[in-house]
């Protein structure tokens, strides 16, 4: 574990879709530790510092993939390549990857297809996957091409119907489910998303990683401001990736969540 940011340059930058951009940089992992699907980095930039999962992992090279939504991503979101950050981590348990020859399923919600699609780029090595790629609109879906290429099956949703299934990423899991089953799944998406996805997986008897986002400041396990309810287990250290049998035990899951200071909404 790292506590210092290291201060990266940006090398590329790709504009995804239009409110969500790639930050690709330099990462030694011999010298800051083998990195894994699911773990997240603080990102500074030199006033603010926040959490971002890891949209891909290659060799010596991370991307993190942002959207903008507020100050600090806005301010992101206007670096240009060259412009350095200050990254610390990796932090958090990521995803179960210990599979051989199953059918899986991958779903990821907007900017939730970020670590899902770190994750699918290793299971697909030994693996049959589905990825059900989730979005408002047509122009908000993330990776599509680049999942196809590495070899995943890959179903388009949009709320609005402008592109693949017309509704919801759980009406489209429903779809899935009439003809296919899967040994196990990984969902990533805004909680509204989750919440309904694991009410259906639980009832197909599909257990599934689920990866959580709370409010965060040392993202170290020290103070406190991620925990969740009634189970105390804090984001940053015993998530953000929670199986089945632990999502069941937190209480506030698709219920509620704290802000910076520590009040629920
Ligand atoms: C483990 C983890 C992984 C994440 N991965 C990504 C990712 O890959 N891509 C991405 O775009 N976003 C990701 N986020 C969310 C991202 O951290 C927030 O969107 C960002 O901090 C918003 O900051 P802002 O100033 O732009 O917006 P603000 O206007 O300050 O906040 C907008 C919303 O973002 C959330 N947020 C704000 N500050 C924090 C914080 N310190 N910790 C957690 N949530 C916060 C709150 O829900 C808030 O309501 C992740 C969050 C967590 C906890």
Redesign the pocket.
């Known amino acids: 574990m790292i506590n210092a940011p290291q201060i990266v340059e940006i090398k590329e930058i790709v504009s995804e879709t239009p409110t969500?951009k790639t930050f690709k940089f330099d990462w030694d992992s011999n010298k800051f530790g083998e990195v894994n699907p699911g773990e997240?980095l603080m990102i500074w930039n030199f006033s603010?510092e926040?959490?971002?999962?890891i949209?891909n992992i290659s060799n010596n090279e991370l991307s993190?993939?942002?959207?903008?939504?507020?100050?600090?991503?806005?301010q992101l979101h206007d670096l240009k390549v060259g412009d350095e950050i200050g990254v610390r981590g990796s932090y958090?348990n990521g995803f179960n990857t210990d599979f051989d020859a199953k059918k899986l399923l991958v779903i990821g919600g907007g900017?939730g297809m970020?670590?899902v699609t770190a994750l699918t780029h290793k299971l697909v090595e030994n693996n049959e996957v589905d990825v059900l790629v989730a979005a408002t609109t047509k122009d908000e879906l993330l990776f599509l091409e680049d999942l196809e290429n590495v070899g995943a099956n890959v179903h388009p949703c949009t709320d609005d119907g402008s592109f693949g299934f017309k509704g919801y990423a759980s009406d489209c899991l429903n779809s899935l489910l009439e003809d296919s089953t899967y040994d196990y799944a990984f969902v990533c998406g805004p909680e509204i998303m989750m919440i309904g996805i694991f009410n259906i997986l639980e009832d197909a008897g599909i257990l599934a990683d689920y990866s959580l986002?709370?409010?965060?400041?040392c993202a170290l396990g020290v103070c406190g401001q991620?925990c969740v309810d009634n189970t105390g287990w804090r984001?940053c250290m015993e998530g953000?990736v929670f199986n089945s049998e632990k999502i069941r035990l937190i209480e506030e899951f698709g219920k509620y969540r704290r802000?910076?200071s520590g009040v629920k909404y």
């Not at 986002?213 to 400041?217: L, Q």
């Open positions: 969500i997240f603010d926040k959490p971002m999962s949209s993190i993939s942002v959207k903008n939504i507020g100050e600090f991503t806005s958090g900017v970020a670590p986002e709370r409010y965060m400041k991620c984001i953000p802000d910076a």
